[in-house]
């Protein structure tokens, strides 16, 4: 089946698409920036250059001399994953506005079934609804809820025929979603096979569960139970096993929400180490920290109440962002997911039922740019970097997006690095009452997005049409986490040792598997003579077994000992 | 002093000795000094001691006087599959003297399933009857059930227990769960005794067994390949993690790689209180035997974790052990004939897994760390005595010269070299991983409750004459810190009034519901429906309460009480 027919009807360009010349932009990708005029036609870009000879009534876009960048790529949303029935409260429609707004063009959105059904019939009911509601092009993960032999075949159809080429495994959420290593070990090496990347959400559920049941009993019910009952340790450990789980399958990594030092510092090693792994820190622990769990105010706590939580470790952003600027870490994801105070509020007794999601969809960009870029921790391509073009690597949608080149669809933002927003729910696309960003001010807007060849935003002011986002299929194996594992595969086989069939005294083992009482007489081996019982019978009168090439030291005199005939190399037959 | 019974009454073949012109040496400093002993303890520290008469003099000119070693990792009776290991308590404790080491502390291994109690009575039992030197018990915990608990209560107050060992790797036999060893630990901590792991991740060890034995790798190769250093890794970054958690003192055994022992250092540099024990082998050799063409050399490493295959690892533990980042050498004694490894000859999961080391590993330490410049006298008394009788609440009656200290003492050479051998050593089994191996460093003389057990080379042990040494619960050396944290820890909730404002209502069905908005529940009391275009999340709800700490502006339409003054929750909407 042909990349193309994935995108069924989607694929015809729309009617709608403009002619779009950008003019007079400083072209940023991720490896070099330079001055440029962009021609976009039909969704795509066609010539990026200077004096570049256009059809006449093309609209031109006067970039000023302002960034003109790939379009953002969201690789962690949750759009339509309901908490009890109820859905989030930022759609498919209401998130991707969200997202152009903050000058992200793609998202990759979390199907979650629930444990039981089937992977595929969820999977076609995201996409339904996607395609009836998506502003932007997007793509899907499909959670694991679940392992079993019968997810495979499911697993084995999302790859070759629907274009999933990323799966999401959880290590916490006990006796729900919860995998033990033994099914992380199978299904990493399923999914390893089809080439795929695995997504891990990394916690030790095992150790939260105690220790929610703790918290409950000692009577903290409010939203600081949340973080008290999942400390960055906890993280810190299932990143720390799920990376030794994958390089034993020799499987690439990619770990969701990264939201603590410890745990960044822990994949960090893990790369110097050669651990094909990657870490996607979020908008919010980019942006803020834990201590609002703390908050008076109960709807502000539960509002910042997500899986890992924030940590409330102030000092973590900073940290987060610096790694990010070094490459320790790649992708910048938002892991929005949307409640209502109300839909919080039914854990407003347990902290354990408060539906876990912050925002970020549309502040994610702004952030890195504020805390990372314009501090001068991070150059504007790496900027592009984490914030689309590594993304489209991983997840293979590398360079149709992620990149301003001819060819490449055009998802192009013109960025003011300048220009200060002051964040708000007042303001804001989603359908949030809250935002748990609230009155930050933040450096570095879009100040005109283009999504599929069409201006969608633009002073200020969104013009998106539901329906219009495509369904972006993507293909096994992508290069860039796929490459170093390929070669791996071929080069470390494991050997046996050739050895002749060792031939000596072999201890006859008593075929009652029960607890046997250690006195001597109750176990002997055919070849023994039987000792005096005080004396242990492991004083063993068994013969020495066979010869020893790589040992010429003397042995006791009551070993028989062949003399090794000149090369012999095993160990085959005795005195 | 009750739990001891009989054995407490002072020994009557026990000699006056007088130990002259030695230097004696503790963990915190070195000076000469006379020892006079007595009735198994030592009376009398100093020079011109005034003694009786008719005294024995032992001459320690020119060496040095340590505290006699103690080997806290021994399994003499841990059965394998059926199989009782080569040397028993017996031999075990005659080589542990034969090599400076005068107190052993061995593993009890119940059946899974199996009574603590009848596992340990039955071990002392035989210990008592062999145990050529004194010794006490750690117990393992095979399989954690709830109605342990008062087993290992009674364990540790009446029978002078405090340290437990919880496996994480042998899966469907002795391995515990996250969940388990969580709750091992809160109890082992309320009980005020010592969590031991053997820290690997059995899981994975699992799965790799099988993909190992599918592609045809059958040979003790296979243990190592499948045993990755990773997998050890893993376990004890999840074993420190759970503890810190319990806030329960951790004890990892078998420290045999690189990157476990820096994940051991790592975490003590945050604070943890973790100890790490590298043993005999991973401190004395390395993982390439494993390749060897020899069935029964290959066999004779196979241990868990196995050694590692990186020939530079004993230099770095022995590095590691210098500096105090790890602790503790211990010996993980554990031995099976050639015979009885061939049990796996055609499938390496069978072999029986220990290698010897209880004899050799005072001298392994003294040539490669001290010898080598690494590592002081001093130190090489802590880690292979001092710090062992710290941490399980022997001191200061074991790993310290001292009066009032029991009389188990040590002469060593440290001039000149011995060569281990199968040959010679003091135990039955056929093979010595040291083969060949010369060490600097060896005991001249050993005193064993002041009765002299080694001189020169005559080795004089009686059988049955080790006692048992409880050990009371929460030693000092471990417990002041975790005390101290117990107090400190208490999480406190926010006082924050009741949450009174909307709360959506849960549909009590559980089938997933199309997530189109129009099919959504019943809306909250108050809500105000919106337009079927827009989202129906775009909610209408009043702004759930007041907002003390948030002066910015609000939406329009959202109504809001003003605070009064210092009110600090939220609980009336308008």
Not at chain 1, 44 to 57: A, R
């Amino acid at each position: 089946m042909s990349g193309a027919s994935f995108q069924g009807t989607r694929s015809i360009p729309h009617l709608t698409s403009e002619r779009l010349l950008i003019k007079g932009g400083r072209v940023v990708n991720d490896d070099q920036s330079f001055y440029a005029d962009v021609y976009v036609e039909d969704g795509v870009i066609k010539q990026v250059g200077e004096n570049l000879v256009v059809p006449g009534g093309v609209r031109v876009v006067e970039a000023e001399g302002r960034m003109v960048i790939p379009g953002g790529i969201d690789t962690n949303t949750c759009l339509n994953k309901a908490y009890l029935d109820s859905p989030p409260v930022d759609d498919f429609y209401q998130g991707t506005k969200a997202a152009l707004a903050g000058g992200t063009t793609m998202i990759i959105d979390h199907v979650t079934p629930q444990p039981g059904t089937s992977l595929l019939q969820v999977f076609e009911q995201w996409q339904e609804v996607a395609d009836r509601k998506c502003c932007c092009d997007y793509s899907l993960h499909v959670d694991i809820p679940q392992w079993d032999e019968g997810v495979k075949d499911e697993l084995e159809v999302l790859v070759q025929e629907k274009g999933i080429n990323s799966f999401q495994v959880y290590m916490a959420y006990k006796d729900l979603f919860q995998m033990t290593d033994t099914q992380l070990y199978e299904a990493f090496s399923f999914l390893s096979n089809l080439g795929a990347v695995v997504l891990v959400h990394a916690e030790n559920g095992d150790l939260i569960a105690q220790e929610q049941k703790k918290i409950l009993e000692m009577g903290i019910t409010g939203p600081e139970g949340h973080p008290l009952s999942r400390p960055e340790e906890l993280e810190a450990e299932a990143v720390f096993r799920a990376i030794t789980i994958g390089n034993r399958v020799n499987c690439p990594v990619y770990i969701t929400r990264v939201m603590s030092k410890s745990a960044a510092d822990t994949l960090t090693q893990a790369r110097r180490k050669g651990c094909v792994v990657f870490g996607e820190p979020l908008t919010a622990s980019l942006a803020t920290d834990g201590s609002h769990y703390w908050n008076r105010n109960w709807a502000k706590a539960a509002a910042c109440v997500t899986s890992p939580p924030l940590s409330p470790d102030p000092t973590t952003p900073q940290h987060l962002h610096t790694l990010l600027a070094c490459g320790d870490l790649q992708v910048v994801g938002s892991g929005h997911c949307a409640y209502s105070t109300a839909q919080k509020a039914i854990g407003k007794d347990n902290f354990t039922l408060i539906p876990e999601g912050t925002n970020g969809l549309e502040e994610r960009m702004g952030f890195v740019w504020d805390r990372a870029a314009a501090l001068g921790k991070m150059d504007e391509n790496q900027f592009v970097a984490v914030t689309s073009t590594n993304a489209a690597k991983i997840f293979n949608l590398y360079p149709r997006k992620g990149r301003i080149a001819v060819g490449s669809d055009a998802d192009i933002v013109i960025w003011d690095p300048d220009r200060i927003k002051t964040i708000t729910a007042k303001l804001q696309q989603s359908a949030l009452e809250y935002n748990i960003f609230e009155g930050m001010e933040c450096r570095g807007v879009p100040v005109l997005v283009v999504s599929q060849g069409r201006v969608v935003y633009e002073d200020d002011k969104l013009n998106v049409q539901q329906g219009t986002g495509r369904f972006i299929p993507r293909k096994p194996f992508p290069d860039h986490a796929y490459q170093r594992i390929n070669t791996r595969n071929k080069v470390i086989g494991r050997q046996a040792v050739s050895r002749g069939v060792y031939d000596g005294p072999v201890y006859d083992v008593p075929s009652t598997p029960k607890y046997i009482t250690p006195a001597p007489s109750a176990k002997t081996s055919p070849t023994t003579q039987q000792p005096p019982p005080i004396r242990n019978l492991h004083q063993s009168n068994f013969s020495l077994s066979g010869a020893q090439v790589d040992d010429n030291v003397p042995r006791r005199s009551g070993h028989r000992i062949i003399a090794p005939p000149g090369g012999r190399s095993n160990i085959t037959s005795l005195g | 002093m009750s739990f001891q019974g009989k054995k407490n009454i002072p020994r009557l073949t026990s000699d006056k000795l007088i130990i002259k012109g030695g230097k004696i040496v503790n963990d915190d400093q070195s000076f000469y000094a006379d020892i006079y002993i007595e009735d198994g303890t030592i009376k009398q520290i100093g020079e011109n001691l005034i003694v009786p008469s008719g005294v024995k003099t032992v001459d320690a000119y020119g060496h040095i006087v340590i505290p006699g070693g103690i080997d806290v990792n021994t399994s003499l009776q841990a059965p394998h599959m059926g199989m009782s290991p080569a040397d028993d308590f017996y031999h075990g404790t005659r080589a542990a003297l034969a090599g400076g080491t005068t107190m052993i502390i061995d593993h009890v291994v119940p059946e899974p399933g199996a009574s603590l109690l009848a596992a340990f009575d039955q071990w002392r039992d035989t210990a008592d009857k062999r145990s050529c030197c004194d010794y006490s018990l750690h117990i393992d915990i095979t399989r954690w059930h709830e109605g342990m608990f008062e087993e290992l209560e009674t364990l540790v107050k009446d029978h002078g227990v405090n340290s437990f060992l919880v496996y994480m790797a042998y899966k469907d036999k002795y391995q515990s769960s996250d969940s388990q060893m969580y709750e091992i630990f809160s109890i082992l901590r309320d009980l005020g005794a010592i969590a031991q792991v053997h820290a690997e991740n059995g899981d994975i060890i699992d799965e790799e067994q099988k993909k190992l034995l599918d592609l045809g790798i059958t040979g003790p190769e296979g243990h190592v390949l499948s045993h990755s250093e990773e997998v050890e890794t893993e376990a004890v970054y999840r074993a420190i993690t759970i503890a810190k958690q319990a806030n329960c003192p951790l004890y990892v055994t078998k420290v045999m790689s690189k990157p476990a022992a820096d994940v051991v250092a790592k975490a003590r540099k945050k604070g943890m209180v973790v100890y790490g024990e590298p043993i005999t082998a991973s401190l004395g050799t390395d993982g390439s035997h494993y390749w060897s063409k020899n069935w029964a050399k290959a066999a004779a490493f196979v241990m868990s974790p196995p050694l590692s295959p990186d020939p530079a690892t004993p230099d770095y533990l022995n590095s590691m052990l210098s500096c105090g980042d790890l602790q503790v050498t211990a010996s993980a004694h554990c031995t099976f004939s050639t015979a009885q490894k061939a049990v796996g000859k055609d499938n390496f999961t069978f072999i029986p897994e220990g290698t010897n080391g209880i004899e050799e590993r005072m001298s392994i330490v003294w040539d490669k760390a001290v010898a080598t410049g690494k590592m002081d006298e001093n130190e090489f008394v802590a880690v292979t005595s001092t710090n062992a009788a710290k941490i399980f609440n022997l001191y200061p009656r074991k790993g310290r010269i001292a009066v009032g200290s029991d009389a188990d003492l040590v002469i060593w050479n440290t001039k000149e070299t011995k060569t281990f051998s199968a040959k010679s050593h003091n135990l039955t089994v056929e093979m010595n991983i040291f083969e060949g191996m010369e060490c600097r460093g060896f005991p001249v003389v050993v005193i064993s409750q002041g009765r002299i057990i080694l001189e020169g080379e005559k080795l004089d042990v009686m059988e049955g004459s080790g006692r048992f040494v409880p050990r009371k619960a929460f030693p000092d050396y471990v417990y002041k810190r975790i005390k101290a944290r117990s107090r400190m820890a208490e999480a406190r909730g926010v006082p924050r009034g009741n949450y009174d404002g909307p709360v959506h209502d849960v549909i009590s069905m559980t089938k997933s519901v199309p997530p189109t908005p129009t099919t959504r529940g019943p809306s909250c009391p108050g809500k105000t429906t919106a337009g079927p275009a827009r989202n129906l999340h775009q909610s209408g709800f009043t702004l759930s309460g007041t907002q003390m700490d948030d002066h910015i502006p609000r939406r329009t339409a959202q109504r809001i009480v003003a605070p009064p003054g210092g009110r600090s929750n939220i609980t009336s909407l308008s």
